[in-house]
């Protein structure tokens, strides 16, 4: 295992695209301390913001200290593990097509922006854009799966293409919006206009006050899909809390959004 613990008290922020552990299995220690990474505008030397201790040949690392700061952990990986012990910047994982990224903590804005494949799990809050696709961008996510244990922001999904997203706490706007397929799960409460313009997929609403539904959206059915029961084992299998009232429960299903082509399905807890 590679461990680096973050030393610096810099308010600029830092950018680490590149250092992942596909790259540096096979460097010594020397080597990925000379590695140059962003501070602002210039590029410097890791050494200068980590210490660098243990054998990267086994693809883990373990990140120390409070990264908040520090930008893009995991970008574009393609293998092995990464674990924050403590909070984490913007772009968590972005791009990335396989491994898994586990932090213990909070992280920013676009955790697993444009994610193709793999795992990423944080535990703590996130920010907004989580599996989104960048700005100009067809598409968000293609694949993988992300899992937000606390609450997130605005635009969750934004044109998702493939994968499952779940947030265990609440979000805010437009959760799923322009999602073209995919699973997006939220089990707290949810804000405004959730799956609007969606294409294809699935978004779950599960939190105890169903979210008002927009008018495009076709009401359906009341039923209990057990379908579910294999998603929430799946959800649990990764450590994922899934309630138990949930397994039970049944749901209403609503189909469009009818702005668009109207495939999709969106379910909400039925309350009575």
Same mark, same amino acid.
């Given at each position: 295992?590679?461990? $680096?613990?973050? @030393?610096?008290?810099?308010?600029?922020?830092?950018?680490?695209?590149?250092?992942?552990?596909?790259?540096?299995?096979?460097?010594? $220690?020397?080597?990925?301390?000379?590695?140059?990474?962003?501070?602002? !505008?210039?590029? %410097?030397?890791? +050494?200068?913001?980590?210490?660098?201790?243990?054998?990267?040949?086994?693809?883990?690392?373990?990140?120390? /200290?409070? %990264?908040?700061?520090?930008?893009?952990?995991?970008?574009?990986?393609?293998?092995?593990?990464?674990?924050? @012990?403590? !909070?984490?910047?913007?772009? $968590?994982?972005?791009?990335?097509?396989?491994? +898994?990224?586990?932090?213990?903590?909070?992280?920013?804005?676009?955790?697993?922006?444009?994610?193709?494949?793999?795992?990423?799990?944080? #535990?703590?809050?996130?920010?907004? &854009?989580?599996?989104?696709?960048?700005?100009?961008?067809?598409?968000?996510?293609?694949?993988?799966?992300?899992?937000?244990?606390?609450?997130?922001? !605005?635009?969750?999904?934004?044109?998702?293409?493939?994968?499952?997203?779940?947030? /265990?706490?609440?979000?805010?706007?437009?959760?799923?919006?322009?999602?073209?397929?995919?699973?997006?799960?939220?089990?707290?409460?949810?804000?405004?206009?959730? +799956?609007?313009?969606?294409? #294809?997929?699935? =978004?779950? &609403?599960?939190?105890?006050?169903?979210?008002?539904? %927009?008018?495009?959206?076709? #009401?359906?059915?009341?039923?209990?899909?057990?379908?579910? @029961?294999? =998603?929430?084992?799946? %959800?649990?299998?990764?450590?994922?809390?899934?309630?138990?009232?949930?397994?039970? +429960?049944?749901?209403?299903?609503?189909?469009?959004? !009818?702005? *668009?082509?109207?495939?999709?399905?969106?379910?909400?807890?039925?309350? *009575?």
């Amino acid at each position: 295992m590679l461990k $680096l613990t973050y @030393q610096a008290t810099t308010a600029v922020p830092v950018e680490i695209e590149g250092l992942t552990p596909d790259a540096v299995r096979e460097k010594s $220690l020397a080597d990925i301390e000379r590695l140059e990474i962003h501070h602002g !505008n210039q590029k %410097l030397p890791l +050494a200068e913001f980590f210490s660098v201790s243990g054998d990267p040949s086994d693809a883990r690392f373990e990140f120390e /200290g409070n %990264l908040a700061g520090v930008h893009w952990i995991g970008a574009h990986m393609t293998e092995g593990e990464i674990h924050v @012990q403590g !909070n984490a910047g913007r772009h $968590l994982g972005s791009e990335m097509t396989g491994g +898994a990224i586990h932090v213990h903590g909070d992280a920013g804005d676009w955790v697993g922006g444009e994610l193709h494949g793999g795992l990423i799990h944080v #535990r703590g809050s996130a920010g907004h &854009l989580i599996g989104s696709a960048y700005r100009g961008s067809k598409r968000g996510m293609t694949g993988g799966t992300i899992l937000i244990g606390g609450s997130v922001g !605005n635009e969750v999904g934004h044109t998702m293409r493939r994968g499952m997203l779940a947030i /265990g706490g609440g979000c805010g706007d437009f959760v799923g919006i322009n999602m073209i397929a995919g699973t997006i799960l939220v089990f707290g409460e949810c804000g405004i206009r959730a +799956a609007a313009g969606m294409r #294809r997929g699935t =978004v779950g &609403l599960f939190g105890p006050v169903p979210p008002p539904i %927009l008018s495009s959206f076709r #009401r359906s059915c009341l039923y209990e899909p057990l379908f579910l @029961q294999l =998603v929430f084992r799946y %959800l649990r299998s990764h450590e994922f809390i899934v309630p138990d009232e949930l397994w039970p +429960a049944s749901y209403r299903l609503y189909h469009g959004d !009818n702005v *668009a082509i109207g495939h999709g399905e969106v379910l909400v807890r039925a309350t *009575a």
